[in-house]
């Protein structure tokens, strides 16, 4: 498998203040009429690391919740270059993109928004 880029890694050192690296980069493509429901990142051995997102291509509604289903959410626009940084409190909080603004975003050629999430999984 391929490293993850240096500029990647940046991102994450800047925003975490973090020495420890990610191990993991997930990288999810959204086309047009995709959405993910909320969920939890709870895959991870250890939660005190943060999880962090970085959005390219067209703005995705970003939802975000409570640590248990049913809570009250909040929703924000998320456009490409954003980066949402969820540790602490937020960490195990439910969340997932209720929607892509479609084109929104001449990043790719054919539309869509990719998103990098990075993750110390050990």
Known sequence: WPAIPAEVLEIWAELTGLERQPEC??????????????????????????????????????????????????????????????GGEARLTYHGVDRIRFKSSRLLPKGGRINLTLRVVT
């Open 25 to 86: 980069c997930l990288l999810n493509y959204y086309g047009e009429g995709a959405k993910m429901g909320l969920h939890q990142d709870k895959d991870e051995a250890d939660f005190s690391f943060p999880v962090v997102s970085i959005s390219l291509g067209d703005d995705g509604l970003f939802r975000i919740g409570c640590q248990t289903r049913g809570g009250r959410t909040e929703s924000l626009w998320l456009s490409s270059g954003d980066v949402v940084v969820m």
